[in-house]
Structures are given as C-alpha cells and as structure tokens.
C-alpha cells in the first residue's frame, strides 16, 4: 500500500512590536502541547526564541512564510518598518493580542504628545530610541491584518486555535477568533444579571466585598462584560475581576469606550443630577477604564491607513 506524501510544514514567523512579553508567553503557555504543535510547523522567524535577525527575514521570499504571528502595538518608525516587511513576506497576517488588534494598553499614551511621553519617561537627556511615531497605532492602522487573535494575553486555546488552523490550511482571512457575542452571554454570573439595574454609586474593586456569584453590575462595579466580545472563557470574571474589555469590542458595537458609556447610563437612568454626581464619584479614571485596550482603534483615537477585520 502506498504511504500517502507527507503534508507540507508551514512556514511560520512570530515577532513582537512594542509589547510587554505577555503575548509572547502565550505561545509557552501552550504547555506540554508546544513541542507538538512546533513539530508540524517549520517556524522560520521568532526573534525571542531563537536566533533571528532582520537579515534573515530579508532574504525570504516574497509571501514566502505562510503565516505570522505579530504582537504588540506599533509606536515607533521601526516597528511601521518591520511591520511592512512582514506583510510583504507573509501570506497570512495574524494581530496577536489587544496590542496588535485594538493598539491595548500601551495606545493611553494617546492621551499625551509625544514629547510628553518621553519627557515623563526619561526627562529631558532620553535615551537614543528608534523615533516615536506621533501615536500609539494598531497592526491594522499601518498595515493589512488578516486574521485577529484577541486577548491582553490572548488563552492558550486561542492560540492553540491559530496555529492548529494554520497547520490544517483552514485558517481564513477575516476570521477573529473570539465569540461573536457579548461575554455577559457566556458569563457564570450571567443569569444574575437584571435587566432593570440601577447603580447608586460606582465602587472600586477593592471598596467592595464580591460575592464571587453575583453580576459585577449588581454590586455596583463596573465590568465591561455588554460591550465585550466573549471567547476568554471568562478567565477574569471567575477569578472575580470585572472584565475590562480585551477581546475588544462585540460585532455591533464600533466604539468600546463609547458602547460602555451607553450601557452605564442607562443603569443611572432616572438619576437626579446629584444623584448622578454621587454615582459618578466612584468612577476614577473613565478613559483608563472604559478606553483601557482600544483606544487608538476608537473612534476618537484615530485610524489612518490599513484595513483589519
Ligand atoms: S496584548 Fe497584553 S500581553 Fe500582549 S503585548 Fe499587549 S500588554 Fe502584553
Ligand atoms: S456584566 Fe460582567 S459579571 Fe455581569 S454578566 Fe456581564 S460579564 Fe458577567
């Protein structure tokens, strides 16, 4: 009997922009399935795990590497760079993690210049950087993204989703591998969750005692489960954090920060104006919180060039 040929290995790269790490320990946070899944790929460009310069990359062809996986967001000329180079090698461009997707929690310097940026971090003598871009940017803002992986980090099973696609030929354009619905529909806490709500007064996380069962919205602490696509297997909200919206936003709602606004007016809905105040007291920071990953894809925050599911 014949043997039938061996399937092609994938060609894959993975790099990172301007980024914490986090993505990249995603990937190891596939665990004892890592080996496996690195068997079946033939993984060409991963500067953090093994040795590889821009050189090298150089020298591959034109759509050359079936896939990469590009993490972090983009900050500075060298990352619009590399950015660049690998849409031109890569067949498949995958955003890996808020930062990549939505330009994450690093896209809040949006709120400041540039020159106030770098006067913060390093006073007036700054080190010698790459030069900074006038903003924070998302992969898909300089160049075409083709397929999203989101998270702040994404789970292992999303990545794990990614690259057994890849490894099969079944991963699309245009897919993100998320849920399409909201994670409140998804949520453990869900069925606690009344739709005639009315928060008095805002908490923090620490002010309060959580009941680890309850809707965070019933306790009066902001999560931001509506206007989240679900797909996290609702890691933060069973560890009794609200959620803070990393997967981005859900399919209908353009604006995340925007949509949050929404929903949480409608829960002071009836609100004297001192009532409203009192409620709003407990609010600190509302761009950091409701803004907290998707800033530079927001509507305010801007979106040049590029296009990205
Ligand atoms: S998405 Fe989160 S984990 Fe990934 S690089 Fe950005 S900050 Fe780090
Ligand atoms: S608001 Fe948060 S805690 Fe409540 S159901 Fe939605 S995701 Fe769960």
């Known amino acids: 009997m014949k043997s039938r040929p061996a399937r092609r290995r994938p060609k894959l790269g993975m790099t990172w922009l301007s980024s914490c790490g986090g993505c990249e320990e995603?990937?190891?946070?596939?665990?004892?399935?890592?080996?496996?899944?690195?068997?079946?790929?033939?993984?060409?460009?991963?500067?953090?795990?093994?040795?590889?310069r821009m050189e090298d990359l150089c020298k591959v062809p034109d759509g050359g590497l079936d896939a990469v996986l590009i993490n972090g967001s983009v900050r500075t000329e060298e990352h619009v760079e590399t950015a660049g180079l690998l849409r031109q090698k890569?067949?498949?461009?995958?955003?890996?993690?808020?930062?990549?997707?939505?330009?994450?929690?690093?896209?809040?310097?949006?709120?400041?210049?540039?020159?106030?940026?770098?006067?913060?971090?390093?006073?007036?003598?700054?080190?010698?950087?790459?030069?900074?871009l006038d903003r924070v940017k998302a992969l898909g803002d300089v160049v075409k993204v083709d397929v999203v992986i989101p998270g702040c980090p994404p789970t292992p099973d999303r990545v794990r989703e990614a690259l057994d696609s890849l490894i099969r030929g079944t991963l699309a354009r245009g897919a993100v591998l998320a849920d399409d619905?909201?994670?409140?529909?998804?949520?453990?806490?869900?069925?606690?969750?009344?739709?005639?709500?009315?928060?008095r007064r805002f908490r923090r996380v620490h002010e309060a005692t959580l009941d680890p069962d309850l809707c965070f919205l019933e306790q009066g602490i902001v999560c931001l489960g509506p206007v989240t696509r679900g797909g996290c297997e609702a890691r933060c909200v069973r560890g009794n954090l609200p959620c803070r919206g990393c997967f981005?936003?859900?399919?209908?709602?353009?604006?995340?920060?925007?949509?949050?606004?929404?929903?949480?007016?409608?829960?002071?809905?009836?609100?004297?104006?001192?009532?409203?105040?009192?409620?709003?007291?407990?609010?600190?920071?509302?761009?950091?919180?409701?803004?907290?990953?998707?800033?530079?894809?927001?509507?305010?925050?801007?979106?040049n060039e590029g296009e990205g599911p």
Not at 100 to 119: K, P, T
Not at 258 to 283: R, Y
């Open 181 to 199: 619905r909201a994670l409140c529909r998804t949520c453990p806490r869900g069925e606690t969750r009344r739709p005639d709500t009315r928060i």
């Open 90 to 132: 890569a067949r498949i461009v995958v955003a890996h993690g808020s930062c990549a997707h939505l330009g994450g929690v690093y896209g809040l310097a949006n709120l400041f210049s540039r020159e106030a940026v770098l006067e913060r971090s390093y006073g007036e003598d700054g080190p010698r950087l790459p030069r900074l």
């Open 248 to 303: 981005g936003p859900v399919g209908e709602v353009k604006d995340q920060g925007g949509g949050g606004v929404g929903f949480l007016a409608a829960l002071l809905e009836g609100a004297s104006e001192e009532e409203l105040e009192q409620a709003l007291d407990g609010l600190a920071d509302p761009t950091g919180l409701l803004y907290r990953y998707s800033l530079p894809s927001s509507l305010f925050g801007g979106r």
């Open 26 to 52: 995603s990937i190891l946070d596939l665990g004892p399935d890592l080996a496996g899944i690195l068997g079946q790929v033939d993984l060409v460009y991963w500067p953090i795990g093994m040795d590889g």
